[in-house]
Every structure is written in C-alpha cells, then in structure tokens.
C-alpha cells in the first residue's frame, strides 16, 4: 500500500550559518534530509509530509524548503505561522507560491504557553481556507479552545496534530495520558476537522508493539472514520524513545485493522487532505502492483 508519513521533521546540525532557536531541543545533532530518506527506504515508506521544526527553527521554513527541493518526489512541506506576527496572512499568501508547500501549521499547546485567544489565530485560519491550505493545529492540553476555533472557522480544514494530545517526550507514558480523549471523539463532530494519528506509540506504557494504545486508537477510529485519520510517526521528537520502523510497523502489521482501513490510514486519507502523492520508486511500484 502507499505509504506517507504525515508528520517527520528533518533539522540540519546547529550552525552559525543556520542556528537553531531553541539549542536544548536537540534529540540528535542533525537528521538531515539524506537521514530522514534512509531510514523511509529502510521501512518502504514512500513519502512524507516535512514540518518545519519549531522547536529548532522557529518560524523560518527555509530548511525544509531544501528539504523539498532536495527530495521533490518524496516530501511535501508545512511551516509553523506565528500568530503573534501581525503580517502572518502575508506570510501565508507567500507560502502559496513556494514549490511543495501543503499546509501551514498554528501551534497552541498548552506546554508552549501562548495564549488561544490571539487574533493572529483567526487571520491563520481565515487566510489558510483563502490559499487553499489546511492547518495543522498542534492544540493539546488546550481542546476547549481548539474546538471553539474550529467552530468559529467551519469554512477551514484543520489537521489536529498528534492525536490532539499532549504527548510525553520519555516512555512509559504516565497514567493520565490519555484524560483529554472524551475531548477528541467530541471533536470528531465537527466536519472541518480531521487527526493525525502520529506519535502515537508514546503513548504507551508497555514496551514494543505498543499493544496497549489500541484500545483507545480505536475508540477513535470507530468516531473519526478513515477517511479522517492520518498515519505518521512524528520522527524526530521520537527518535529517542524508539527507531524509526517503531512507529512504523505498529500500524503496518497489525492485525486490528482490515487492509483497506490500513491502506487510508497509512497513506491514501494523507494524499487526499494535502493533494500530495509522492513519486518515489516505492510508490511507482505500488502504483503498477509489483509489490515491495
């Protein structure tokens, strides 16, 4: 089946000629673009969605630009908006005309300690739905407001990032973990709304496969449907908890889902809601059914 992953975040290495914003931040000295297509080869994963690291570049998008001009059949891209910069739907109408762009991303958890009520959050909203451009809205531990915003936006496509949770940067994850999921299959009401389904595997408390999140992944599942829910692994926040074929082969060979769920799951429901397929050699042989 076709496989993108719909969130990963390569980062060069901390230079002075592009230095990181938040230098503590750093899981691994770099994973470059180069780094980041091994290890999808490694897997067969044909394609990925690039989001700019924040936490390392703040809202300068110019490496995963790169990124995309370096690997155009295999990456598509999304940059962090600033919603306290007044200029931001400038800055989004720009983002239109760069090559590979798909989305842009307004990030509102609650660790960041912005505040929900900014307007530069309803400029993003607003202008994004104008370029055409989905938003991928990292909202956890902050849902009450995530789903006022969505509410005041219905003409908006937002990607609610990471389940909509708050997830834990070590394992195992803590008991309260998943408190907010009565939140997320509420919010599965509203139909300008669709969830990543990355990171996932952080939030278990038991060791590789992970068995103990589908439970509650299918819960989830059974409210969002799969034509709204997105496969990723949001490596690299989580390559120190696990390799990368981790977050992977949780999804690909389970035996909860049937094939075609996986084949939306893992690719085809990421393809629809960015209009982006990659054109890997991966994905070419999927395409004229010759298999892995």
């Not at 038991?206 to 449907?225: C, E, K, V």
């Amino acid at each position: 089946m076709l496989t993108i992953d719909c969130q990963v975040h390569p980062y060069q290495a901390n230079t002075p000629a592009r230095p990181w914003a938040n230098p503590h931040d750093a899981q691994r000295a770099h994973v470059t673009a180069d780094e980041m297509v091994m290890a999808m080869d490694a897997v067969g994963v044909d394609g990925a969605i690039a989001v700019s690291p924040r936490g390392m570049y703040a809202f300068d998008p110019s490496y995963a630009i790169e990124v995309q001009k370096s690997y155009p059949d295999r990456f598509a891209i999304v940059r962090p908006c600033d919603p306290e910069n007044p200029a931001v739907g400038e800055t989004i109408a720009e983002w239109r005309r760069v090559a590979g762009a798909v989305g842009v991303r307004l990030m509102l958890g609650r660790h960041l300690g912005i505040a929900t009520g900014l307007p530069g959050a309803d400029i993003i909203a607003k202008e994004a739905a104008r370029q055409g451009f989905p938003v991928n809205f990292q909202c956890g531990g902050n849902l009450d407001a995530a789903m006022a915003l969505i509410n005041k936006h219905p003409e908006t496509r937002f990607v609610l990032d990471h389940l909509a949770l708050y997830q834990p940067r070590k394992m195992p994850a803590p008991p309260d973990a998943w408190t907010d999921l009565p939140k997320i299959l509420a919010l599965a009401k509203r139909p300008n709304a669709v969830i990543k389904v990355s990171g996932a595997c952080t939030m278990s408390t038991q060791p590789y496969p992970h068995d103990d999140i589908w439970d509650n992944l299918l819960r989830i599942f059974d409210a969002w449907g799969f034509d709204r829910c997105l496969w990723g692994t949001d490596w690299t926040r989580t390559y120190p908890l696990f390799p990368y074929i981790n977050g992977v082969d949780p999804f690909r060979l389970t035996q909860r889902l049937s094939e075609s769920d996986k084949t939306k799951l893992m690719g085809e429901t990421c393809a629809k809601v960015y209009g982006w397929r990659p054109t890997s050699r991966f994905a070419q042989r999927h395409r004229n059914g010759l298999g892995e």
